[in-house]
Nanobody, 126 residues
Framework: QLQLVESGGGLVQPGGSLRLSCTAS????????IGWFRQAPGREREGISC????????TILDSLKGRFTISRDNANNVVYLQMNGLQPEDTGIYYC???????????????????WGQGTQVTVTS
């Protein structure tokens, strides 16, 4: 059974950076496509980006492509979300999620992801 855990969130000032991590217990993360999502206060959850098990990238939210970068580190069984130039509107809970079975491809539809972490809070002060 796969359990996803996010970490790396916290308080930052505008213009700052954070590196979020997605790790897994119960199974190797390397076998699964991993997507990053976020939910701002009072807003719908939205997809950011997804990395396939082979490491190819699917951008979901094009407006963040220049500031947010997803990457895989298979040696350490972790998926990162590097966030640069953070602004107050980036505040929210950030989630990683996957699709089961593991051979499924990345998707831009939130409903296609059926295993989610509990989220990590990112707060950008103004």
């Amino acid at each position: 059974q796969l359990q996803l855990v996010e970490s790396g969130g916290g308080l930052v000032q505008p213009g700052g950076s954070l590196r979020l991590s997605c790790t897994a217990s119960g199974s190797t993360l390397n076998d699964y496509p991993i997507g990053w999502f976020r939910q701002a206060p009072g807003r719908e959850r939205e997809g950011i980006s997804c990395a396939t098990r082979a490491g190819s990238i699917t951008t979901i939210l094009d407006s963040l492509k220049g500031r947010f970068t997803i990457s895989r580190d298979n040696a350490n069984n972790v998926v990162y979300l590097q966030m640069n130039g953070l602004q107050p509107e980036d505040t929210g809970i950030y989630y990683c999620a996957t699709r089961i079975p593991s051979w499924l491809a990345c998707s831009r539809r939130l409903s296609d992801y059926n295993s989610w972490g509990q989220g990590t809070q990112v707060t950008v002060t103004s």
